[in-house]
């Protein structure tokens, strides 16, 4: 059946008509702060400690737009004989963002969560290169990013929280028997009669002579 002539305007009209009815929101910002999701994309923090200068945040920007640098340090060995140990240690971490894109691929690849997004969107700058963020500029932001969400009911458990929790029942399991297998020795132990001394003769008193009861005097020597 072919459509009806005028069918797509009416159906516009329907929709603008709908519109015009319902009441309408403005958005009152600068004065009231919008509502954001917490997985707003706004600006990259970081948090540096967990940064190991493995570069791969900086190899996996398609815009080039992080500049790190870095030198070695050596380690002393930590006990006699031991080998000496290099590390890196972070002299620059950069963002730029007048280059940047938001496609957070440097959070993903980020092996040790050194990288996060945080909601915050006010940085707007009159100079261009005001938008190159340093590390101190970026550890500022860490203090922007909200916790994480709490996991969904259905989820499974993580990997780590996992093993963990398999170590540490082994080990409750394994305490357990060793305190039950020591109860059970003390158990089979043969015991001793209460109030006797060891070594003592039953039906004696501690110090008392063979043949002699209980607070008799000694006989003297030779007395028939």
Known sequence: MPPIPGSGLAKGLAVTLRTMTKRTVTAQYPDVQPELPPRTRGVIGLFEENCTVCMLCARECPDWCIYIDSHKETVPAAAPGGRERSRNVLDRFAIDFALCMYCGICIEVCPFDALFWSPEFEYAETDIHEL???????????????????????????????????????????????????????????????????GQAPGRAPGQAPGRAPGQAPEAEGQE
């Not at 080990?171 to 089979?188: D, G, I, Y």
């Open 132 to 198: 190159t963020h340093e590390r101190d500029k970026l550890r500022e932001w860490m203090w922007t990013v909200p916790e994480p969400p709490a996991l969904d009911p259905g989820a499974e458990e993580p990997k780590e929280i996992a093993a963990a929790r398999k170590t540490a029942d082994k080990l409750q399991a394994q305490e357990a028997k060793e305190a039950a297998e020591a109860q059970e020795a003390e158990q089979s132990r043969p015991g001793e009669t209460p109030g006797r001394a060891p």
